[in-house]
């Protein structure tokens, strides 16, 4: 099981070929759906017990201070 997801949110899919920037409605969305995201990935890795994680090779230690970020912190290295 993977906490982060193989399709990764991107803002390519915001932009459209006839405007520069993406509106402050799109880019709104787009920042909710990232952070629900990361939000999801860090209940993930709190339920994830010590041998599942040693098996992916994240330690336990790293996986808790992860798991403790806000939604809008980016999500780090797990060693």
């Given at each position: 099981m993977s906490f982060q997801s193989r399709h990764p949110l991107t803002?390519?899919?915001l932009l459209t070929s006839d405007v520069s920037r993406p509106m402050l409605r799109q880019r709104?969305?787009?920042?909710?759906?990232v952070w629900r995201e990361r939000s999801r990935a860090r209940r993930c890795l709190a339920?994830?017990?010590?041998?599942?994680?040693?098996?992916?090779?994240?330690?336990?230690?790293a996986a808790a201070y992860?798991?403790?970020k806000p939604f809008w912190q980016k999500i780090g290295p797990l060693r």
């Open positions: 803002d390519q899919n709104l969305l787009f920042a909710v759906a339920r994830m017990d010590a041998r599942s994680l040693r098996e992916i090779g994240i330690s336990p230690a992860e798991s403790g």
